[in-house]
Nanobody
Framework: VQLQASGGGLVQAGGSLRLSCAASGRSFSSYAMGWFRQAPGKEREFVAH????????YYANSVKGRFTISRDNAKNTVYLQMDSLKPGDTAVYYCAAGRFGGSSSPRGYNYWGQGTQVTVSS
């Protein structure tokens, strides 16, 4: 599976962005998908994950109520809608695919996209 993340950019605090992650391959619908982020000088941090069908989602406490993960298996794409953005959300955002269900650990994923930069100004 190859993953291509897009949709990052510069936004003011309180604004919104929608990230997309397009996957190649025919087995996309069998993978759980996750979003992680990494700020400069910090470890990669879990943001959200979604199971293969889209029926189950899980969020980090820091984004719960502001971010929404979703997927469209017909389009081989997973999304991250980010609302009420804060300067602390500034990071490179990565999407990842995992064979064995959703996980909040990077070790639970087999494939990673290249990342897309999100910058939130105050």
């Amino acid at each position: 599976v190859q993953l291509q993340a897009s949709g990052g950019g510069l936004v003011q605090a309180g604004g919104s962005l929608r990230l997309s992650c397009a996957a190649s391959g025919r087995s996309f619908s069998s993978y759980a998908m996750g979003w992680f982020r990494q700020a400069p000088g910090k470890e990669r941090e879990f943001v959200a994950h979604i199971n293969w069908s889209g029926g189950s989602t899980y969020y980090a406490n820091s984004v719960k109520g502001r971010f929404t993960i979703s997927r469209d298996n017909a389009k081989n794409t997973v999304y991250l809608q980010m609302d009420s953005l804060k300067p602390g959300d500034t990071a490179v955002y990565y999407c990842a695919a995992g064979r064995f269900g959703g996980s909040s650990s990077p070790r639970g994923y087999n494939y990673w996209g290249q990342g897309t930069q999100v910058t939130v100004s105050s």
